[in-house]
């Protein structure tokens, strides 16, 4: 099952009340320290990164303390959260345009491209485009897409020693979802169940489950 993820898992987020804490917790279970990424301005986040293969990361994702912008909310929830979850999974692809026109004619808006930027604690920036991640996804079953460019993949220069091992997907409604996914060029078995999201990670503690 290895081969297939990685042709289309970009990353995956993990969303926590505190960003030490989500560090610590997750540092605890695989081993691997997660390192400090930078913040998202526009959504008043900061994020800490792990590698989980060449191109692949998981991304922990926590508010950056700021005050909230009622404007334009923190995404996935993030400031009624009580607990660490995984939020959603994020696809790579070149031509952005083209899967959210595909994504149109199966009822999924997966709103426009747009620009994406970070700075890191080093003042170097990582620009990118994508998706609108805050677009209702099937509670992240269905992933927001990106798009590197010419920019070096998080995955090759975050803490290694892990590897995605399996994503595993649930959703009341596994037929529809699974449609849509395949749609999107995505061959992604999903079961049912209250819809969430599960991935197994290999480590230097061995197999650790996220969800």
């Not at 390192?35 to 590698?51: C, D, E, F, I, Y």
């Not at 083209?98 to 620009?115: K, W």
């Not at 990582?126 to 609108?132: A, G, K, N, V």
């Not at 998080?154 to 649930?170: D, H, I, N, V, Y």
Request: hydrophobic share 40%; glycine share 10%.
């Amino acid at each position: 099952m290895a081969a297939p993820l990685l042709s289309f898992v970009d990353h995956l987020v993990l969303v926590t009340p505190d960003l030490q804490q989500g560090i610590d917790g997750v540092a605890g279970l695989l081993g691997v320290t997660a390192a400090v990424g930078g913040k998202h301005p526009k959504w008043r986040t900061q994020n800490a990164l792990l590698s989980l293969g060449p191109r692949l990361y998981l991304e922990l994702m926590a508010s950056d303390g700021e005050p909230a912008d009622p404007a334009n909310p923190r995404p996935f929830g993030i400031d009624g959260l009580s607990s660490m979850r995984l939020a959603t999974w994020v696809a790579r692809a070149d031509d952005l345009q083209r899967i959210v026109s595909a994504a149109h004619s199966q009822g999924v808006d997966l709103g426009p491209v747009q620009p994406g930027s970070r700075r890191k604690p080093d003042g170097s920036e990582l620009r990118w485009e994508m998706t609108d991640l805050t677009k209702n996804r099937e509670n992240g079953i269905v992933p927001y897409f990106i798009n590197w460019g010419a920019t070096v993949h998080p995955g090759m220069t975050s803490p290694q020693g892990c590897r995605l091992e399996e994503l595993k997907a649930f959703h009341p409604e596994p037929q529809r979802i699974m449609t849509i996914l395949s749609t999107l060029g995505i061959d992604l078995r999903v079961e049912e169940g209250p819809a969430r999201l599960e991935i197994v990670v290999q480590s230097p503690k061995g197999r650790g489950i996220l969800k």
